[in-house]
């Protein structure tokens, strides 16, 4: 699964932003999708996930602001940002998983090369 992460840029605080993920190789639906970012000088951190029968959970920073969704026949996942703060300027990273339906980066074998979101105050 090959994943291409699009939709990031600069916004002020309190805009929104649409993050995609979009899949070429074959069908996500099988695939337990996740969002991880990066922001500088720190660890890559989990931002949600969205199991291939459409649960999601999300980290409490971003819990209430992000939503997930997928679109299978369209092999592609999305995140909508809200009410985004200065503190979620990071690299976004989509990935997937066949197995393991968590937070962890371990549990995703396939990712995307990220997509910078930066947000002004």
């Known amino acids: 699964v090959q994943l291409q992460a699009s939709g990031g840029g600069l916004v002020q605080a309190g805009g929104s932003l649409r993050l995609s993920c979009a899949a070429s190789g074959r069908t996500l639906s099988r695939y337990n999708m996740g969002w991880f970012r990066q922001a500088p000088g720190k660890e890559r951190e989990f931002v949600g996930y969205?199991?291939?029968?459409?649960?999601?959970n999300y980290a409490d920073s971003v819990k209430d602001r992000f939503t997930i969704s997928r679109d299978n026949a369209k092999t592609t996942m999305y995140v909508q940002m809200n009410s985004l703060k200065p503190e979620d300027t990071a690299v976004y990273y989509c990935a997937a998983g066949r197995y393991y339906v968590s937070g962890r980066s371990g549990d995703y074998e396939y990712w995307g090369q990220g997509t910078l979101v930066t947000v002004s105050s």
């Open positions: 969205i199991s291939s029968g459409g649960s999601t």
